[in-house]
T-cell receptor, first 115, second 110 residues
Framework: DARVTQTPRHKVTEMGQEVTMRCQPI?????VFWYRQTMMQGLELLAY????????DSGMPKDRFSAEMPDATLATLKIQPSEPRDSAVYFC?????????????FGEGSRLTVL | GQNIDQPTEMTATEGAIVQINCTYQ??????LFWYQQHAGEAPTFLSY????GLEEKGRFSSFLSRSKGYSYLLLKELQMKDSASYLC???????????FGRGTSLIVHP
């Protein structure tokens, strides 16, 4: 059963600490997205990779956030230093042939709480 | 820029029909998705419209009018388990990045 896997599922940390979230996309999917979801803003795009190349990270606060794909089976999102306003659920999603199928496969999300 | 509008909340009765509307403005347009998200869970795919018209999939149907920048999701024979947030998303042209609306929280009551 192919699925997107995210770790950790839950993270509570203190302001100023580094947070790293990991995502394993579905094997064979060449497109990976990182979204952040809050009650106020809904799903906001943070980063977008195609064939491991970063194509869009305009929605990401560059001073503290970074996203990478060291290989085809791993995408990472790092926050350093974390702030209380970063508290949200972070979703990773992968796809292939998105324009044809329209189907994004989401991971279960990483719920981050920054105290 | 991208702009997706949908109602914040709707309520309906079990067994009834409900229509959730979505309007969009995007720079370039490839298609319109609908996703369902239950509380505390990940969004799951419902439908994808590229061409104008209605697409039916069981109890759920989705409609698109490209000229009007308008879509709706129609849910028939509502069940309690349909209580969830329904997310409308547009796939922008060129970039192929899905932009999501804030979601419509649907509450189905007995």
């Amino acid at each position: 059963d192919a699925r997107v896997t995210q770790t950790p599922r839950h993270k509570v940390t203190e302001m100023g600490q580094e947070v790293t979230m990991r995502c394993q996309p579905i094997l064979g999917h060449n497109t990976v997205f990182w979204y952040r979801q809050t009650m106020m803003q809904g799903l906001e795009l943070l980063a977008y990779f195609r064939n491991r190349a970063p194509l869009d990270d305009s929605g990401m606060p560059k001073d503290r956030f970074s996203a990478e794909m060291p290989d085809a089976t791993l995408a990472t999102l790092k926050i350093q230093p974390s702030e209380p306003r970063d508290s949200a659920v972070y979703f990773c999603a992968s796809a292939t042939g998105l324009a044809q199928t329209g189907e994004l496969f989401f991971g279960e999300g990483s719920r981050l709480t920054v105290l | 820029g991208q702009n997706i509008d949908q109602p914040t909340e709707m309520t309906a009765t079990e067994g009834a029909i409900v229509q959730i509307n979505c309007t969009y403005q995007t720079s370039g347009f490839n298609g319109l998705f609908w996703y369902q998200q239950h509380a505390g869970e990940a969004p799951t795919f419902l439908s994808y419209n590229v061409l104008d018209g209605l697409e039916e999939k069981g109890r759920f149907s989705s409609f698109l009018s490209r000229s009007k920048g308008y879509s709706y999701l129609l849910l028939k024979e509502l069940q309690m388990k349909d209580s969830a947030s329904y997310l409308c998303a547009a796939l922008a042209g060129g970039s192929y990045i899905p932009t999501f609306g804030r979601g419509t929280s649907l509450i189905v009551h007995p």
